[in-house]
């Protein structure tokens, strides 16, 4: 057994209150970390030490905080094999999937490495003689992270990277079911020059850490990724005392195929959008939207390449979907294929529990024929579970992939121009695809989304920025 992980308070090791576990989904006999759970109290405890190196963090020349970030990306890049085998092991998604996450995550620290030193202001001349404007941007202070499951190296890195890069002090909050991953990650970071404080991990329940970050008043802004219902208690509470906010939350995303797709590409789309990293995606595409003209051809199809799809051990060669992350994911999966089929949906394949040589959470990927009332096709069940919904033309198909509380991603699989463009600009999401997955973006342009799915400035690229620092108008009269 391995030694219990520590939370990283004020540059130290600190053990917790209580002690958690996280175990392999692909095989439960096996745990991957004994962690240390903290309470409130120890929360508060990391969110002073924040508090006391915000100004020696935000007076840092960025020279030092490239330095850091970047010595963070090239560690990850070096060990990104380890850590992907770490992630298949502790999340489940499959070894070649957890290998290219770790890969992000360095390339993401290594991208604000660079933001480190491409700050910029304005100067602008002042409408009254003599006078000068300058425009500048400065860190917010104490930024709380709390980050959910699925991405577990990922999205804390898109998450710490710009926060240090522009000048905050962390806490940061993992979900409970990867804590190996986060500390895996912390450890990497303790040991990259930051002053003590500058970055904490925190473990522990959401309920008493994650809402001691929210409801603290030396934390100034709140970044959360998760599900919709958590997000909305986070925007009531952190705006009541006026921090900022940013919201990362679910989504139902569509994917639109009209008649003059190409039909292996749109086959591939689908698969890889609905079922990859076993659904377990906000951008996944649970919502397949197809003409009338391509509808028997592309079901048919799309069935045949469900039903091939291999289940699998993570780290086993050859497997392409991995388990699902928690026994509690899983029950709402199947759950939700119940209700599928009890409120009339057609059922076309999978929704089954698997054994396979260990003992894990598999699932066969699941789909159905769906019509756009169906709870099926409007709640987000976070799992490989999808639904084919049959639209007569390109209108009718623009107008079911809007008619949704979500919007994050929309995708559209056609040789037309014209509906390309078209859905472009009319898809109500914060990111469209044409001819590829929903899931699978840049790390260097904004991520996020409209409606129920994301609230405030976007995360990743240059755009972090907004979300990371306040702005400043300063005049100057030389006199
Ligand atoms: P979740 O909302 O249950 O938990 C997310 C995080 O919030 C965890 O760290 C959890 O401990 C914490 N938390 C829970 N209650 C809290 C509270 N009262 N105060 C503060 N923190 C609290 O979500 P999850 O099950 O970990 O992740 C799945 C969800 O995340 C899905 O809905 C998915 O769509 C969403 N997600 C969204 C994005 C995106 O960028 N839009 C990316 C990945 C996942």
Known sequence: MQPTLKH????????????????????????????????????????RAAADARDSWADSAPQRRFDVLDTIGSEILARRDELGRLLAREEGKTLPEAVAEATRAGQIFKFFAGEALRQTG????????????????????????????NFPLAIPAWKIAPALAHGNTVVFKPAELVPACAHALAEIISRAGLPAGAFNLVMGSGRSVGQTLVDHPLVDAIS??????????ILKAATARRAKVQLEMGGKNPLVVLDDADLGRALDCAVQGAFYSTGQRCTASSRIIVTAG????????????????????????????????????????????????REGAEWLTGGERLQRDTRGHYMSPALFLA???????????????????????????????????????????????????????????????????????????????RKASSHGPREQGRHAAEFYTTVKTAYTHAS
């Open 8 to 47: 990283f308070i004020n540059g130290r090791w600190e053990t917790g209150v209580t002690l958690g576990v996280s175990e392999n989904p692909s095989d439960l006999s096996e745990v991957v970390a004994e962690f240390a759970r903290a309470d409130a109290a120890q929360a508060e405890t990391a969110i």
């Open 122 to 149: 304005e100067r602008v001349p002042s409408v009254r003689p003599g006078v000068e404007v300058d425009i500048t941007r400065e860190p917010v202070g104490v930024v709380g992270l709390i980050a959910p499951w």
């Open 224 to 233: 959360f990724t998760g599900s919709t219902s958590v997000g909305e208690g």
């Open 294 to 341: 391509l509808h028997g051809r592309f079901v048919q199809a799309l069935r045949e390449r469900t039903q091939a799809l291999v289940v699998d051990h993570a780290l086993k060669r050859g497997s392409e979907i991995g388990p699902v992350a928690s026994e509690a994911q899983l029950a709402q999966n199947l759950s939700y294929v119940e209700l599928g089929r």
């Open 371 to 449: 019509e756009p009332q169906h709870r099926l096709a409007r709640e987000e069940i976070f799992g490989p579970v999808a639904c084919v919904i049959r639209a007569a033309d390109y209108d009718e198909a623009l107008a079911l992939a809007n008619d949704t509380p979500y919007g994050l991603c929309a995708g559209i699989c056609t040789a037309s121009l014209k509906h390309a463009t078209h859905f472009k600009r009319h898809a109500q999401a914060g990111m469209v695809m044409v001819n590829l997955p929903t899931a699978g973006v840049d790390y260097h342009v904004p991520f996020g989304g």
